[in-house]
Nanobody, 128 residues
């Protein structure tokens, strides 16, 4: 089993920045793909960004169009932690942000059903 724990959420004004962290524990592997999803009230969980193992020297990375140029995903396999640096935040970025992991390597999935493990989520609120 793999356990995921998010941190770093909070309240920020529009235009501000936050950095989310997701720490994995248990039977983790650096070849696992990992991703960030978010869910606003009354909406379905949607893809934000993901990183997938490629060849050990580089990773596949993908972003939702709505966050390209503003968000940056990264990970430190040495400490089993993934990050999401969020800049130029907008009110529409508000939601619960979830960390997810898949046992598969390669290009990471952009749909929630492609992931095997989930964190509990961390709230991000962007005020206008």
């Amino acid at each position: 089993q793999v356990q995921l724990a998010e941190s770093g959420g909070g309240l920020v004004q529009a235009g501000g920045s936050l950095r989310l962290s997701c720490t994995a524990s248990g039977r983790t592997d650096s070849s696992f793909g990992m991703g960030w999803f978010r869910q606003a009230p009354g909406e379905e969980r949607s893809f934000v960004a993901a990183v997938g193992w490629h060849d050990g020297d580089s990773d596949y990375i993908d972003y939702a169009d709505s966050v390209k140029g503003r968000f940056t995903i990264s990970r430190d396999n040495g400490i089993n932690t993934m990050y999401l640096q969020m800049n130029s935040l907008k009110p529409e970025d508000t939601g619960v942000y979830y960390c997810a992991a898949t046992r598969n390597s390669g290009y990471p999935p952009v749909w929630p059903s492609g992931y095997d493990y989930w964190g509990q989520g961390t709230q991000v609120t962007v005020s206008s």
